[in-house]
Nanobody, 126 residues
Framework: HVQLVESGGGSVQAGGSLSVSCTVSRRTYSTFCMGWFRQAPGKEREGIAVIDSRGGTAYADSATGRFTISQDNAKNTLYLQMNSLKPEDTAMYYC?????????????????????WGQGTQVTVS
């Protein structure tokens, strides 16, 4: 049973940077993609960035060029570095382990209903 715990959210001014982390209780191996999703009040959940076990990545258009997803397999930890933050990036950020599909499909939502999710960490940009 995989458990995910996010940390590192907080408040930052527009233009600033923030990094969030997700510790996974055990390695998910090649059968999963790891991803960051977010949900703002009154909006649907959206995929932000996804990485698979081979390091393949995919990003939402809103994140491309500003956010970077990475993972440290030795530490079972997933990261999201967010730069040039905008007020519209304000949301609850969730990490998830999603059954493997190509990352560009997972970031679009494929498999999300079958994933394992963390409790989320709030990011507020003002």
């Amino acid at each position: 049973h995989v458990q995910l715990v996010e940390s590192g959210g907080g408040s930052v001014q527009a233009g600033g940077s923030l990094s969030v982390s997700c510790t996974v209780s055990r390695r998910t191996y090649s059968t999963f993609c790891m991803g960051w999703f977010r949900q703002a009040p009154g909006k649907e959940r959206e995929g932000i960035a996804v990485i698979d076990s081979r390091g393949g990545t995919a990003y939402a258009d809103s994140a491309t060029g500003r956010f970077t997803i990475s993972q440290d397999n030795a530490k079972n930890t997933l990261y999201l570095q967010m730069n040039s933050l905008k007020p519209e990036d304000t949301a609850m950020y969730y990490c998830a382990a999603i059954p493997w599909s190509p990352p560009d499909q997972v970031v679009g939502g494929m498999g999300a209903d079958f994933g394992k999710w963390g409790q989320g960490t709030q990011v507020t940009v003002s």
